[in-house]
């Protein structure tokens, strides 16, 4: 039965085509449609869209792959063990705890290979002429950048007389990195958000703690300008992805082999001309209408906008392949929008205490700080208004309403307000954050 089936599938797609429905767009707005019977050459295609005439020795991919295991048995990167990964909550000294410099020594090799991956300017996973599907693309060395990066957090909170020169060096390798990552698929773009917000919470911990003062703060907002100076963006991330998909549809269809992710069991001995073709536009106009939704900057209209086109429980069937993967994008736009919130919070922190160290005194409210970007800033995504800024007998507290969308009064949830009670995400003061043996903390 399985062999007949085969033979039935490309005896039918050898009667098939799909064209374009406009051979004027640009290439690479979008991968080439795809048109059953003839074949396209998606490899070929991802390879210009992500190259686009770049110098391929500044492409940081290599460095980071070699972190990545290959092998069970393969050398790579370790996991931080329980013992050390309390060093990533707070200072530390190197007698205390011996065990985090052994760890480190035994991964001193992929830490440098991760720092001369941040040195490249660019990153994209190139694929030979021995690749056999796109899919590889969707191979994680996204733990491993994650688990350096987690190192990097760890060696900044040891103390010694280089500890700022280390903190800002390690950031600005961790941006560098999360920068690389946005370039990739959703999961890295996921995962580059992510060690952003590492970061960006170890900058305001060692400024509350007063590793870094107030007489710091300019320094250390263009620091993470110049080296964070980008909103987060998964549009590239869903072009790229949109072409994994497209070459596995077409290979599956080739060889005749479907999982239920393309088309649900009981319509496989039921494919007709008709149906084959309405995967395929189906997908080809999810895609479409996706990537035309999220274009330009992140709003929460947009995200309301990309919920809607989640294939209901009625028209699932027809949308098969976006139904699996909808969710997944909408979860990557989710956290983008929480990205920039944290990203926007985090300068605004710097700049407010900018603005005590030339003035003596906190603003008043945020009209009277003086960034050129201020109108931007000020804005938080998850309500499209200002940021809550509140003066304090002990300083102020800035916060996000975060994703429940409801000013709590500054009540803080670590997971921005998706928690069960919902919560706001409290920028400043640090929240929870780590307490010196050695010295008290000077509460803002």
Same mark, same amino acid.
């Not at 909550?89 to 705890?97: D, L, M």
């Not at 903190?167 to 600005?172: D, E, I, T």
């Not at 390798?173 to 999961?187: K, M, N, P, S, W």
């Not at 909103?231 to 072409?243: C, D, L, N, T």
């Given at each position: 039965?399985?062999?007949?089936?085969?033979?039935?599938?490309?005896?039918?797609?050898?009667?098939?085509?799909?064209?374009?429905?406009?051979?004027?767009?640009?290439?690479?707005?979008?991968?080439?449609?795809?048109?059953?019977?003839?074949?396209?050459?998606?490899?070929?295609?991802?390879?210009?869209?992500?190259?686009?005439?770049?110098?391929?020795?500044?492409? $940081? *991919?290599?460095?980071?792959?070699?972190?990545?295991?290959?092998?069970? !048995?393969?050398?790579? #990167? %370790? &996991?931080?063990?329980? @013992?050390?990964?309390?060093?990533?909550?707070?200072?530390?000294? $190197? *007698?205390?705890?011996?065990?985090?410099?052994?760890?480190?020594?035994? !991964?001193?090799?992929? #830490? %440098? &290979?991760?720092?001369? @991956?941040?040195?490249?300017?660019?990153?994209?996973?190139?694929?030979?002429?021995?690749?056999?599907?796109?899919?590889?693309?969707?191979?994680?060395?996204?733990?491993?950048?994650?688990?350096?990066?987690?190192?990097?957090?760890?060696?900044?909170?040891?103390?010694?007389?280089?500890?700022?020169?280390?903190?800002?060096?390690?950031?600005?390798?961790?941006?560098?990195?999360?920068?690389?990552?946005?370039?990739?698929?959703?999961?890295?773009?996921?995962?580059?958000?992510?060690?952003?917000?590492?970061?960006?919470?170890?900058?305001?911990?060692?400024?509350?703690?007063?590793?870094?003062?107030?007489?710091?703060?300019?320094?250390?907002?263009?620091?993470?300008?110049?080296?964070?100076?980008?909103?987060?963006?998964?549009?590239?991330?869903?072009?790229?992805?949109?072409?994994?998909?497209?070459?596995?549809?077409?290979?599956?269809?080739?060889?005749?082999?479907?999982?239920?992710?393309?088309?649900?069991?009981?319509?496989?001995?039921?494919?007709?001309?008709?149906?084959?073709?309405?995967?395929?536009?189906?997908?080809?106009?999810?895609?479409?209408?996706?990537?035309?939704?999220?274009?330009?900057?992140?709003?929460?209209?947009?995200?309301?906008?990309?919920?809607?086109?989640?294939?209901?429980?009625?028209?699932?069937?027809?949308?098969?392949?976006?139904?699996?993967?909808?969710?997944?994008?909408?979860?990557?736009?989710?956290?983008?929008?929480?990205?920039?919130?944290?990203?926007?919070?985090?300068?605004?922190?710097?700049?407010?205490?900018?603005?005590?160290?030339?003035?003596?005194?906190?603003?008043?409210?945020?009209?009277?700080?003086?960034?050129?970007?201020?109108?931007?800033?000020?804005?938080?995504?998850?309500?499209?208004?200002?940021?809550?800024?509140?003066?304090?007998?002990?300083?102020?507290?800035?916060?996000?309403?975060?994703?429940?969308?409801?000013?709590?009064?500054?009540?803080?949830?670590?997971?921005?307000?998706?928690?069960?009670?919902?919560?706001?995400?409290?920028?400043?003061?640090?929240?929870?954050?780590?307490?010196?043996?050695?010295?008290?903390?000077?509460?803002?």
């Amino acid at each position: 039965m399985g062999r007949l089936l085969a033979t039935n599938f490309l005896i039918l797609i050898q009667a098939l085509a799909f064209a374009p429905d406009d051979d004027t767009q640009d290439r690479f707005n979008r991968p080439p449609p795809l048109t059953i019977g003839k074949h396209v050459d998606y490899i070929a295609w991802y390879n210009e869209f992500g190259l686009r005439g770049r110098d391929p020795t500044k492409n $940081a *991919f290599p460095h980071y792959y070699k972190i990545y295991p290959l092998e069970e !048995n393969t050398a790579h #990167v %370790e &996991s931080m063990i329980d @013992g050390v990964s309390r060093c990533q909550s707070g200072p530390w000294e $190197a *007698f205390e705890v011996p065990e985090m410099k052994a760890y480190t020594d035994r !991964n001193r090799e992929f #830490v %440098e &290979s991760f720092r001369a @991956g941040t040195k490249c300017t660019y990153y994209w996973k190139f694929h030979t002429s021995l690749s056999e599907s796109l899919m590889e693309s969707l191979n994680p060395i996204t733990g491993s950048c994650r688990d350096i990066s987690r190192i990097l957090i760890t060696e900044g909170w040891r103390r010694g007389p280089d500890q700022k020169d280390r903190l800002l060096g390690n950031w600005r390798d961790i941006f560098r990195c999360a920068g690389h990552l946005q370039e990739g698929t959703l999961i890295e773009c996921s995962t580059s958000q992510a060690i952003r917000g590492l970061a960006y919470r170890q900058i305001l911990s060692t400024l509350q703690m007063q590793i870094f003062t107030e007489l710091d703060a300019a320094d250390l907002e263009s620091a993470m300008r110049r080296h964070d100076n980008a909103a987060p963006s998964i549009r590239k991330a869903m072009i790229a992805e949109w072409a994994i998909v497209l070459d596995q549809m077409q290979r599956s269809i080739a060889e005749g082999k479907f999982d239920e992710m393309f088309i649900p069991p009981e319509r496989i001995m039921e494919l007709t001309t008709t149906i084959l073709n309405e995967m395929v536009k189906n997908l080809d106009d999810d895609y479409a209408s996706t990537v035309s939704t999220i274009d330009g900057p992140l709003s929460l209209e947009k995200l309301q906008k990309l919920r809607k086109l989640e294939p209901t429980d009625r028209n699932v069937k027809q949308h098969m392949v976006f139904s699996v993967l909808c969710p997944a994008i909408i979860r990557a736009y989710e956290l983008s929008i929480r990205s920039l919130a944290n990203r926007r919070g985090t300068l605004l922190v710097l700049v407010i205490h900018d603005f005590k160290a030339r003035k003596k005194r906190w603003p008043a409210s945020m009209d009277e700080l003086t960034e050129n970007d201020l109108k931007e800033l000020r804005i938080d995504p998850f309500s499209e208004k200002d940021f809550r800024y509140k003066l304090t007998d002990r300083g102020f507290v800035l916060y996000s309403i975060a994703a429940d969308t409801n000013d709590n009064n500054g009540r803080h949830d670590p997971k921005w307000g998706e928690g069960p009670d919902g919560g706001d995400y409290v920028f400043w003061p640090v929240q929870d954050a780590p307490k010196p043996t050695s010295q008290p903390i000077n509460t803002p």
